[in-house]
Every structure is written in structure tokens, then in C-alpha cells.
């Protein structure tokens, strides 16, 4: 069984910083990706940011230069500092575990809400 708990979502302004983490625990054999997908009101989920476990990433268009996606593999978390936060940043922020080999294990957060006002 393994779990991710996602932590530090919340309501800031336009022009904010937040921080996410995501810790996964439970019988975890290899990571193979970390990342975060966010989901608004009425969207589809979409990929904000992934990270591999040698420590390549990708952004989608929209977060590059404000986001920046890191791991700590020892500690199997995954964070995101988002900087320069816009209203449409506005999402429930869901971490994403790829693990094992293919055909790979995936695993899914609970879900954090990010909140940025005008």
C-alpha cells in the first residue's frame, strides 16, 4: 500500500508564493516520476510539473519561470514552489507517483486546494 500526502495549499494573492509537498510512504520499491497536476472547476486534470528520479523536469507553458518543481529522494517528497501566483493559478493541486518498472505502478494524492485571489 502506499499513500501521498499532500500539504500547503491555501488562499494567497495575486503575486504570492506557496509552497506544495507531497510525501509518499508504504512499500515503495523504485520512483520512477514525481509531479503535480491541478484540476479547476469544470476542467480536465493537466500536468503542472514532473520530475524524474535523476532530476529532470518539465514544466507545462503556463508555470514556467514562476514554478519550480524538486525532490528529495531520500525523504520520497516532492515539493512545488509556486511564485508569482495569478487567479488562474486557481486549482486543486493533486501529487502523482509513477513507480516500479513499466508497466509502472501509479498513485494519486488526496488533493490540496491553491486559492489565489485578485
Known amino acids: 500500500q502506499v499513500h501521498l500526502v499532500e500539504s500547503g495549499g491555501g488562499l494567497v494573492q495575486s503575486g504570492g508564493s506557496l509552497r506544495l509537498s507531497c510525501a509518499a510512504s508504504g512499500s515503495i520499491f523504485s520512483i520512477n516520476t514525481m509531479g503535480w497536476y491541478r484540476q479547476a472547476p469544470g476542467k480536465q486534470r493537466d500536468l503542472v510539473a514532473v520530475i524524474t528520479s535523476g532530476g529532470s523536469t518539465n514544466y507545462a507553458d503556463s508555470v514556467k519561470g514562476r514554478f519550480t518543481i524538486s525532490r528529495d529522494n531520500a525523504k520520497n517528497t516532492v515539493y512545488l514552489q509556486m511564485n508569482s501566483l495569478k487567479p488562474e493559478d486557481t486549482a486543486v493541486y493533486y501529487c502523482?507517483?509513477?513507480?516500479?518498472?513499466?508497466?509502472?505502478?501509479?498513485?494519486w494524492g488526496q488533493g490540496t486546494q491553491v486559492t489565489v485571489s485578485s
Open positions: 502523482h507517483m509513477k513507480e516500479g518498472y513499466y508497466p509502472y505502478s501509479t498513485y
